[in-house]
């Protein structure tokens, strides 16, 4: 009898174990990334009455490089609401790699003149990147004036992506 009951206390235990023991968790990764864009396009609006404010839509295109070496295309849409170039905005930026897959976020941040901040969310990635969930944090971003005949100054900025990619 009493080996029965040892025999059963043993496969309980067994079968609680595999039952209860955790499910591995995908590791985070992190990116470090920098982005060189220019202006392509920009509609606005003055508000009336109110000197330097303008509430517009800006398309920005460039290349990001990421610290393992690749290379790829971004595009972001950013709606800004600024007084003399000062003011909270918010984008979607759309991320194209060599190998066709794509990684979009949305951001939101605010704009001191010649320099911005951000934290922003991965909403959705293709290809290799499908399933995608992360965040990303500009660390530095600098706008550059305009140069001559261009709409707007240029972006040079860095941020950091932490993600996750669900199991294959």
């Given at each position: ?60 295109e ?39 897959s ?54 040079i ?12």
């Amino acid at each position: 009898m009493t080996t029965k009951k040892f025999m059963w206390v043993l496969l309980s235990v067994f079968v609680a174990t595999w039952f209860l023991s955790p499910v591995p968790q995908t590791m985070a990764e992190t990116w470090k990334v920098k982005v060189f864009q220019h202006t392509t396009k920009m509609e606005g609006a003055p508000i009336p009455n109110a000197e330097g404010h303008i509430v517009g839509v800006i398309v920005r295109e460039g290349v990001s490089i990421y610290d393992n070496g690749e290379l790829a295309w971004v595009k972001t849409v950013t709606i800004g609401d600024f007084i003399k170039g000062v003011g909270p905005f918010s984008f979607y930026a759309i991320t194209t790699f060599e190998d066709g897959s794509t990684i979009t976020g949305y951001a939101k941040g605010t704009s001191g003149g010649p320099t911005s901040q951000f934290t922003g969310e991965i909403i959705h990635g293709t290809g290799r990147f499908q399933g995608i969930k992360g965040t990303s944090i500009s660390t530095s971003m600098k706008n550059l004036p305009p140069e001559k005949g261009e709409i707007l100054g240029k972006s040079i900025g860095e941020l950091t992506i932490t993600y996750t990619l669900p199991p294959k």
